[in-house]
């Protein structure tokens, strides 16, 4: 089993930033491939981006935008959030085990309760 936990949203105005964190632990190492996943109200649940040891990959429409990564040291995954606007709002979840660089949610065995993050205009 794999626990993760995440932190770091909230409110902000739209045009700024803002950092996600995501803390693992039990069943996640520096192997696995992890990544965040977002959800609007009314919306599927949409994959952000994902990590590996070799890399990265992202949702089209928020390269540039986001950034993903991570600290091996503290089993801790992040997502820098830049620019955003009011389509980011969604309660943003972080995930890990896929054993592929996938932004399908079916690939990803364990998952966070998620924090919420809410752009005002």
């Known amino acids: 089993q794999a626990q993760l936990v995440e932190s770091g949203g909230g409110s902000v105005q739209a045009g700024g930033s803002m950092r996600l964190s995501c803390a693992a632990s039990g069943n996640v190492d520096s192997r696995d491939i992890m990544g965040w996943f977002r959800q609007a109200p009314g919306k599927k649940r949409e994959g952000v981006a994902a990590?590996?040891?070799?890399?990265?990959t992202y949702r089209e429409s928020l390269k540039g935008r986001f950034l993903i990564s991570r600290d091996n040291a503290k089993n801790t995954l992040y997502l820098q959030m830049n620019i955003l606007n009011a389509e980011d709002t969604a309660m943003y979840y972080c995930?890990?085990?896929?054993?592929?660089?996938?932004?399908?949610?079916?690939?990803?065995?364990?998952w966070g309760q998620g924090t919420q993050v809410t752009v005002s205009s």
């Open positions: 990590i590996g040891r070799d890399g990265d």
């Open positions: 995930a890990a085990g896929s054993k592929y660089y996938s932004l399908q949610e079916s690939d990803y065995p364990y």
